[in-house]
């Protein structure tokens, strides 16, 4: 009889633990049926109406249901997964009170974007410096990221601004995160974790942000790209007219360069010269592949020829005088088509030409 009474007393003890974990199975095998056939799988959005709260015992319940539903590979272990680490996350994020798991207090974030990037509207009365010196950035840091040549800013007007130093970057197609990293100042892995990329990667048009990032001077909104400046004359620039006499205006001349060009008045005087010498930048070398002497020592009768400039420049050589310098003819040398010039050349800038000899 004693025996009987003792198992019967270890019998009440452990009573309740296992009403637990039949009521537990249960909730777990519910939960397990397949949605369309049961609707009865454990939903979070109830959690939307203010009006329930959770206690943290509930969440307790919830891990230990998302466990077991995994150790018996019950179909709805995803599900019960994700339901505990939701909840979890709210309880993560303080949204708790008197022991009770409360609702989320959701924030618009439409406005908000990779890397602590947001869009900031310009209100009356701001200048950039104000905004800047209020996020911690530079005016040079805004005006890069919204491409912007000055500093000037209207009420109304929307910035991308970022939540610590840096630039705001749009990808282009083009782009690697290798390119980005090494031409805006960053490295592969801070862009990626700073951007959440680890996973996504970047596409074209995605704003990405690069942190104490700079932008190279000609990628700079604010950048003047230098206007080219062409000798269009001789090389060097150093060789300078004397004696310069106007011989009017050349019609008719024929021939097969282009009429009032340079090139048409050399051929004039030279028909001894191939007709296929381009532009008077390469004659100095096509008339040395046909055959005829080229040097840097002037003759009469010679073509003087520089390459300096578009298309180059040739003249023809009319006298060398006892002190170096040269008497030449030319077209075109004031950017007049068929004016001829007679003028005289210095010693100084002789060298700075070829000379196309007679064969």
């Known amino acids: 009889m004693t025996k009987k009474k003792h198992d019967f007393t270890i019998l009440k003890k452990i009573a309740p633990y296992i009403i637990a974990s039949v009521a537990v199975l249960g909730v777990v095998f519910v939960g397990s049926?397949?949605?369309?056939?049961?609707?009865?799988?454990?939903?979070?959005?109830?959690?939307?109406?203010?009006?329930?709260?959770?206690t943290?015992?509930?969440?307790?319940?919830?891990?230990?249901?998302?466990?077991?539903?995994?150790?018996?590979d019950f179909a709805s272990s995803d599900d019960?997964?994700?339901?505990?680490?939701?909840?979890?996350?709210?309880?993560?994020?303080?949204?708790?009170?008197s022991g009770h798991l409360e609702k989320n207090i959701v924030t618009d974030t439409s406005s908000l974007s990779r890397g602590g990037i947001f869009e900031y509207t310009v209100q009356e009365g701001e200048i950039m410096k104000d905004i800047?010196?209020?996020?911690?950035?530079?005016?040079?840091?805004?005006?890069?990221?919204n491409n912007l040549k000055t500093t000037a800013v209207s009420a109304g007007t929307k910035l991308y601004l970022s939540k610590q130093p840096g630039i705001v970057y749009v990808v282009k197609a083009s782009d690697t995160l290798e390119s980005i990293a090494k031409t805006y100042g960053s490295t592969v892995k801070e862009i990626q974790s700073l951007n959440d990329l680890e996973l996504t990667g970047i596409s074209a048009g995605m704003r990405i942000f690069i942190k104490n990032g700079t932008l190279p001077v000609r990628e700079r909104p604010e950048y003047v790209a230098p206007t080219p400046s062409y000798n269009y004359s001789y090389l060097g620039d150093t060789s300078t007219r004397k004696n310069v006499q106007n011989l009017g205006y050349k019609y008719g001349l024929g021939g097969p360069y282009v009429a009032g060009q340079c090139t048409q008045w050399a051929w004039y005087n030279r028909k001894d010269l191939p007709s296929n010498l381009g532009n008077a930048n390469s004659w100095a070398r096509r008339a040395a592949a046909a055959g005829f002497p080229v040097d840097h020592h002037p003759r009469a009768g010679d073509v003087f020829q520089t390459t300096a400039g578009w298309y180059g420049h040739v003249g023809y050589v009319e006298s060398v005088n006892s002190d170096g310098s040269i008497?030449?003819?030319?077209?075109?040398?004031?950017?007049?088509?068929?004016?001829?010039?007679r003028a005289t050349i210095p010693a100084s800038a002789v060298k700075n030409f070829n000379y196309i000899h007679k064969k």
């Open 56 to 72: 943290t015992d509930q969440l307790s319940e919830l891990y230990i249901v998302a466990n077991l539903a995994d150790i018996l």
């Open 327 to 341: 008497v030449v003819t030319e077209m075109n040398y004031y950017y007049r088509s068929f004016l001829v010039i």
């Open 132 to 145: 800047a010196a209020r996020y911690g950035l530079t005016t040079d840091q805004i005006r890069w990221s």
């Open 33 to 54: 049926l397949d949605k369309k056939k049961s609707g009865t799988l454990l939903n979070l959005d109830v959690f939307t109406d203010t009006s329930i709260a959770i």
């Open 80 to 97: 019960t997964a994700s339901n505990y680490v939701i909840a979890n996350v709210m309880l993560d994020v303080g949204q708790i009170s």
